[in-house]
């Protein structure tokens, strides 16, 4: 309430970015070890997975570059390349990655994301489908899901559960902040 007779408070491209890369890099560290447990556990796979809850790098990649789809929905134009620039320099830094690797890395991600997932544009499906192929998970599934390469639907709709929560939330950033250059 206050807010809106206010204004919003401003927030500069860099500061949202920086808090956007802690998330990321916290929702990696802290999140991938449940759905690890998820996947080590799960009963749709034929022979068990061992997924290491520690190898969450491939996991913080695929959330970095599917968060980094959805900035253009609730960026202005322009800002959405400031912010995913900012994003991916701060990114490559905290894990030690050159720069341009990292953002070669997310665009590579992107457009399989974008090939997995065709027709849809959901980026929360793209990404479930993504863990698949980053973790290998083919080869522990039944022969039929194997043979097509293709994730067990049940189990990927309960992924596809978890990983709705591992996406920013644009929405609540927008209504407490304008965000400026």
């Given at each position: 309430m206050i807010g809106t007779l206010f204004g919003k408070k401003r927030i500069t491209e860099e500061k949202v970015a920086h808090a956007f890369v802690n998330a990321m890099l916290d929702l990696a560290a802290d999140g991938f070890a449940t759905m690890a447990e998820?996947?080590?556990?799960?009963?749709?796979?034929?022979?068990?997975?061992?997924?290491?809850?520690?190898?969450?790098?491939?996991?913080?990649l695929i959330l970095l570059a599917g968060n980094l789809m959805e900035a253009p929905c609730h960026l202005e134009s322009g800002q959405d390349r400031r912010f995913a620039a900012h994003s991916i320099s701060i990114y490559s830094e905290a894990i030690g990655m050159r720069c341009s690797d990292l953002e070669q890395e997310v665009q590579r991600q992107q457009a399989l994301m974008r090939h997995l997932n065709h027709p849809s544009k959901n980026t929360v499906y793209a990404m479930s489908k993504l863990l698949f192929?980053?973790?290998?998970?083919?080869?522990?599934?039944?022969?039929?899901?194997?043979?097509?390469?293709?994730?067990?639907?049940?189990?990927?709709?309960?992924?596809?559960?978890?990983?709705?929560?591992?996406?920013w939330d644009w929405t609540a950033l927008k209504e407490e902040y304008r965000i400026t250059h």
């Open positions: 998820e996947l080590n556990e799960a009963p749709e796979f034929g022979t068990r997975p061992v997924v290491d809850t520690q190898d969450t790098l491939p996991f913080g192929h980053a973790y290998d998970l083919f080869r522990f599934q039944e022969p039929y899901f194997r043979d097509q390469r293709a994730p067990n639907p049940i189990l990927l709709k309960r992924i596809n559960g978890m990983m709705a929560y591992f996406l």
